[in-house]
């Protein structure tokens, strides 16, 4: 049975409870990695395209960690360069292929968006995964809720706008929040699969 997008994001505030600040504190060395990479002159774009994929594993690990309630690191934003060659190959295969639909349409592009979502967690799961694997296996789960997703998606549109009104300072909050919530929505989509699987 589903759990809802509310329900989803309430266990997400009580998993990061006495962590948000290890939680923020992760997320801005994350991006303080990423603004300092950017910046590096003629090499940067590219030197930032290498590492998003190993980093969106990281963040990940670090999610799901606290989403069920394990100890979470900071280190491991960086477990993703462990398993480097799978996540960027996922990483840029997703880009691809999410540029080839938006080619055609907006719309089937953020469809194709959702439906490779679970990637980076599914990897996270199995470190033995290949990278197209991962992805057939994120399209495979995410049939039928995609819509969730997207209805999760719009729940923190509006806290984003306030954020911005903050000079962007209420994102340190949110971007844990957002992405522990996402985990807490792997998590519920792959115990449903699961039971899809065994009827």
Known sequence: MKTENLVLMQM???????KWG???????????IVVCIQEIPI???IASLIIAGPFALGLAYFSLSISRNQEAKLEQIFQGFNNF????????????????????LIIPGIIAAMS???TVYIIADDNS?????AIDKSKKMMDGYKWKLFRLGLR???WSLLCILTLGIGFLWLMPYMQVSMAKFYDD???NSLTTENI
Request: a positive charge; charged letters at 10%; zero cysteines.
């Open 129 to 133: 995964i290949g990278a197209m694997d």
């Open 43 to 45: 090499v940067g774009a």
């Open 156 to 158: 923190f549109l509006g």
């Open 116 to 118: 490779y979502s679970m």
């Open 22 to 32: 290890l939680a923020i504190g992760t997320i801005v060395v994350y991006f303080l």
């Open 189 to 191: 989509v792959k115990a």
């Open 12 to 18: 997400a505030k009580e998993s990061l409870k006495g």
């Open 85 to 104: 060659g799978t996540a960027l190959g996922a990483y840029l295969l997703m880009i691809g292929f999410i540029l080839l639909w938006t080619l055609l």
